[in-house]
């Protein structure tokens, strides 16, 4: 069946660091992917998606491609910042069909 | 972007009691929401899609008559957790679609922790 991957946390980093949270995917078909963000005390938000292979999606500073060829959509920021501190969800929906599938999360903390 | 209430954020029941949460869609009108529930260290898995005025649909290994869901209105669903035990000790989480938009625009909410003693 469909399913994400993500890499476990937690993950540390001081501000300005590089960030890259792996996601790998199973999925028949062409998926939509996407990565949510949690922050403390709030529900998920959207923060980028890619709808086909190639497809980069940004916001915020970050940025994920989707790579067919890796079943793979990590999110990677050239420089983090503490406001980036939640947890990271990435996902996968078919066109068809209501249902995400979402990664374990990864909570990422940067320290000044 | 649109806003989704959960409460209560937090529950502590005894086993065998049954327990309440609430989903409100606060600034638009959702007619569809899932619930969906997150064991530690797992993926959110969906547990039912919501759809007001008619029966919700559940996933596959999801019991209907413990899980009882109602979206009695376009901006309240709510699940309850009936004869509560301990293994349903969780994070459940709502989201709501926006009509008229991409089924892919879903707003979460915060969710709910509950714990089963």
């Known amino acids: 069946g469909d399913s994400v991957t993500q890499m476990e946390g937690p993950v540390t980093l001081s501000e300005e660091a590089f960030l890259t949270i792996n996601c790998t995917y199973t999925?028949?078909?062409?998926?939509?992917l996407f990565w949510y963000v949690q922050y403390p005390g709030e529900g998920l938000q959207l923060l980028l998606k890619?709808?086909?292979?190639?497809d980069k999606g940004s916001n915020k500073g970050f940025e994920a491609t989707y790579r067919k060829e890796t079943t793979s959509f990590h999110l990677e920021k050239g420089s983090v910042q503490v406001s980036d501190s939640a947890v990271y969800f990435c996902?996968?929906?078919?066109?068809?069909?209501?249902?995400?599938?979402f990664g374990t999360g990864t909570s990422l903390t940067v320290i000044p | 972007g649109a806003v989704v209430s959960q409460h209560p954020s937090r529950v502590i029941c005894k086993s065998g009691t049954s327990v309440k949460i609430e989903c409100r869609s606060l600034?638009?009108?959702?007619?569809?929401m899932f619930w969906y529930r997150q064991f530690p260290k797992q993926s959110l898995m969906l547990m039912a899609t919501?759809?007001?005025?008619?029966?919700?649909?559940?996933e596959q290994g999801v019991e209907k008559d413990k899980f009882l869901i109602n979206h009695a209105s376009l901006t309240l669903s709510t699940l309850t957790v009936t004869s509560a035990h301990p293994e349903d000790s969780s994070f459940y989480i709502c989201?709501?679609?926006?009509?008229?938009?991409?089924?892919?625009?879903?707003?979460f909410g915060p969710g709910t922790r509950l714990l089963v003693l």
């Open positions: 989201s709501a679609r926006v009509p008229g938009r991409s089924q892919e625009t879903q707003y």
């Open positions: 999925a028949t078909g062409y998926p939509s």
């Open positions: 890619a709808t086909k292979a190639d």
């Open positions: 996902a996968l929906r078919h066109i068809t069909g209501n249902q995400f599938y």
């Open positions: 600034d638009f009108q959702a007619t569809t």
């Open positions: 919501s759809n007001e005025g008619s029966k919700a649909t559940y």
